[in-house]
């Protein structure tokens, strides 16, 4: 078989399940795959590959490449390496983003910009694909059209071989023919996807739906609407083309327990983990307010746990009870709860590289791996729901699953299953029929993540504690119906609060009442730039609406500390955009911002209510952190561009960073006199100089 290396890199797993799949596919195809993690460094050497290569990678953070990928991109980024390094090497990229995000599939563009600039040249486009809106509408044609773009590589290489004897090498000249054969394969991947179409592609189920009576058929359908369990014409008519079926490859074995304890301790994580007392719990918004937002104040003072502001940390956190003993239930493993699970990989299993899920540790309980390990709120994909046909018995349920999954019903899928937050237990509630074995959950169902968050304070101001804060999430799942439901991290955390929780209010001093001080577990997270400048006297911008003021809490009780320690330094000016619904509802941490700003720390407060009726002409023109800066437009780009400032954005990805990012670049144009794309150009090298600085999220 002619050999590609397929390497991922990947953060929750997304970036490795696309690789498996291209891996699964490739042996239909007539390929086979090398596949590794990029971390695995030891088992691939990109400097002597002569095969083609396939990079599957995704984003994480602010647009920064995954952890598994740190090593690999700064070896890459050796400003020593030649610019014919990589002259060798033809490759095909995927990446994996969320467009609400400003800095969209950067690791993947990140890694793909040093390949080319190392004399790296693409046998097949880069495919960017965007989990705002589903990683499938790109990953699925990107993957079908893999097959003919390497075929055709396969094929000019071996004439070149022929021609020369030797293995093609790049060269500067090349490169113009390089991008030109590249949009020719591009249109000649997109034929041969019309051709499938056309004739039915060899590694789908091309099912047919009978037509007898369907006049009748029709009248009857037409009567409803579709919904998650219900289709309509044209999709309920329509032959389908099915993704082929993953191949199983776990096999389980229940034992009864004989009573041993278990703990969070057996959840694996890559990092230290720290189990730590909650010291102190407040309620920061009112009651009446939209929502609720909780401080939480954490003792690690017996722990070696350090911390910056800024930093953020992991909190390691289960699921809902309740649901896992539905899911048990509906699984009819209730009464197995207790018995220990023990995994194999099946001897005859057809999946390639097969390996034992390392988030499952061994000999835990069927209910410590649905509590602890596996995340069962997660979106099913496609090839989940394609398992859970054979599983099927009702013929009405499962050609609806089939539906779910074809490429004909990608819209039903993003309504119904995407966009309503559907989730296993929905799943399995609105198909009773269905009966899955443990073995293909655990197959399909990702790990559980643990959940980050902002450090909301200094180990100067507050020493032995560590404070972070966050809404209690709550959003309408309306698959199969509509269920009110609280974010696995904040809503178990506020029920473990509960028992401490102050209201209204938020002290420095000691809490005197006494409560059992319930812990949670946590870790650190790796390398974060989210950080003060050295020097303190640069001027910073802090902008965090909402919860997005947890880091800059943090960051003036530093600041307090170190002006307490230097009475006589240099302290650059500080502002912060802050903003909220109500002044009297949700404007946290109120009394400590009119402190700083009191005794100097916080030169400039400037605060938004969007909900408010206006008092006076700024609030009636900034409802939003983005109008107020642009009433102090001229402020902003002089600390930027003249004093050598820096900026700092906290908080939503999906509207508010967005909004900012677009009235930097108005300002920025406006006051220097600049087209827009270059005070964009003007953003992008503060970024590259760690001076235009995000921690958002969505």
Request: with cysteine; net charge negative; aromatic share 8%.
């Amino acid at each position: 078989m002619r050999r590609f290396l397929l390497l991922y890199a990947t953060q929750q797993g997304q970036a490795k399940a696309i690789a498996e799949e291209i891996c699964e596919q490739a042996v239909v195809h007539g390929f086979s795959a090398d596949l590794h993690c990029i971390s695995e460094s030891s088992k691939y050497d990109l400097k002597t590959e002569t095969a083609p290569l396939v990079v599957v990678v995704s984003t994480t953070g602010t647009g920064d490449p995954p952890d598994t990928a740190r090593k690999f991109v700064k070896e890459i980024q050796n400003q020593t390496l030649p610019v014919d390094f990589f002259a060798h090497l033809r490759y095909g990229l995927l990446g994996l983003g969320d467009s609400e995000y400003t800095y969209f599939c950067n690791g993947g563009k990140i890694i793909d910009k040093r390949l080319q600039e190392l004399g790296a040249r693409h046998f097949y486009d880069t495919g960017h694909a965007d989990d705002c809106v589903g990683l499938e509408l790109v990953v699925e044609p990107w993957i079908a059209g893999l097959w003919p773009a390497l075929r055709e590589h396969f094929r000019s290489s071996r004439g070149q071989e022929e021609i020369s004897g030797t293995a093609p090498v790049a060269s500067p000249a090349s490169s113009r023919t390089d991008l030109v054969k590249s949009e020719l394969l591009h249109i000649e991947s997109q034929v041969e996807l019309l051709r499938f179409d056309d004739l039915g592609r060899k590694d789908s189920e091309v099912l047919k739906q009978d037509a007898v009576n369907s006049n009748q058929s029709n009248v009857l359908i037409e009567d409803f609407e579709s919904s998650l369990t219900r289709s309509v014409p044209p999709l309920s008519l329509a032959s389908l083309n099915v993704p082929a079926l993953p191949p199983e490859y776990l096999q389980v074995h229940l034992q009864e327990s004989l009573g041993q304890e278990e703990s969070q301790a057996s959840v694996t994580s890559a990092d230290p983990i720290f189990q730590v007392p909650i010291s102190k719990a407040v309620q920061l918004t009112t009651n009446d307010a939209i929502k609720t937002t909780l401080l939480v104040e954490l003792d690690i003072s017996k722990t070696d746990f350090s911390y910056q502001p800024g930093d953020a940390f992991s909190v390691i956190c289960p699921n809902s009870d309740s649901e896992v003993q539905s899911l048990l239930q509906r699984l009819q493993l209730e009464d197995k709860r207790e018995h220990y699970v023990l995994l194999k990989i099946k001897t005859d299993t057809k999946k390639k590289g097969a390996a034992l899920p390392q988030h499952i540790p061994a000999r835990c309980s069927v209910q410590f791996i649905f509590t602890w390990c596996l995340e069962i709120r997660a979106i099913p994909k496609k090839a989940f729901l394609r398992a859970l046909v054979d599983y099927t018995s009702d013929s009405a349920e499962k050609r609806r699953l089939q539906e779910l999954c074809s490429k004909q019903g990608a819209a039903d899928y993003s309504r119904f299953v995407r966009d309503a937050c559907a989730c296993l237990l929905d799943l399995l509630l609105a198909f009773p029929s269905c009966q899955p074995p443990l073995s293909l959950l655990l197959e399909h169902l990702p790990k559980l993540q643990p959940r980050p968050y902002s450090c909301a304070s200094s180990s100067l101001f507050h020493p032995g504690k560590l404070h972070f804060v966050f809404n209690v999430v709550e959003f309408l799942s309306t698959a199969p119906t509509e269920v009110l439901r609280k974010g696995v991290c904040t809503g178990w955390l506020a029920l473990l609060v509960a028992s401490v929780l102050q209201p209204n209010t938020y002290a420095s001093h000691e809490d005197s009442r006494k409560a059992v001080a319930p812990k949670i577990s946590i870790s650190p997270r790796t390398t974060n730039y989210f950080h003060l400048p050295n020097d303190p006297s640069i001027p910073i911008i802090m902008v965090g609406p909402g919860t997005g003021i947890a880091p800059f809490i943090g960051f003036l009780q530093h600041r307090e500390k170190l002006q307490e320690q230097h009475p006589d330094g240099n302290f650059g000016a500080v502002w912060l955009f802050f903003g909220c619904r109500h002044k009297d509802r949700d404007y946290l941490f109120r009394k400590e911002l009119r402190r700083f700003l009191k005794h100097g720390i916080l030169t400039h407060l400037k605060v938004s209510f969007s909900r408010d009726a206006p008092v006076g002409e700024e609030e009636a023109t900034a409802k939003y952190v983005q109008d107020n800066i642009q009433l102090h437009g001229q402020e902003v780009v002089r600390i930027l561009l003249h004093e050598n400032g820096c900026i700092y954005v906290c908080g939503d990805a999906k509207n508010m960073a967005k909004d900012v990012h677009d009235a930097l670049v108005e300002i920025i144009s406006k006051e220097i006199g600049v087209e827009k794309l270059e005070a964009m150009k003007t953003l992008a090298t503060l970024k590259e100089e760690k001076r235009y600085l995000q921690d958002i999220w969505s």
